[in-house]
């Protein structure tokens, strides 16, 4: 199973840089680069709902299942 987080094409369409998402969302940026480069083992639903909240997307605009 291969979750993929396309958080970069969000920050993109919405032209907003990981440091404005971060410091809108109260998490650091090295939290943030961990999540965006999927190495992340978890998300909290909070988070996701912050993310989602500043960036005017849903979930499925963020996560993405490929299969391997």
């Known amino acids: 199973m291969a979750i993929v987080v396309n958080l970069d094409v969000m920050l993109a369409k919405r032209k907003m840089s990981s440091g404005e998402l971060a410091a809108k969302?109260?998490?650091?940026?090295?939290?943030?680069?961990?999540?965006k480069t999927g190495k992340a083992k978890a998300?909290?639903?909070?988070?996701?709902?912050?993310i989602c909240e500043a960036l005017q997307c849903q979930p499925g605009d963020i996560l993405e299942y490929q299969e391997e």
Do not use: D, P, Y
């Not at 109260?26 to 961990?34: D, V």
């Not at 998300?43 to 912050?50: C, I, P």
């Open 25 to 35: 969302i109260g998490i650091t940026q090295a939290n943030l680069s961990i999540l």
């Open 43 to 50: 998300v909290r639903f909070s988070t996701l709902e912050s």
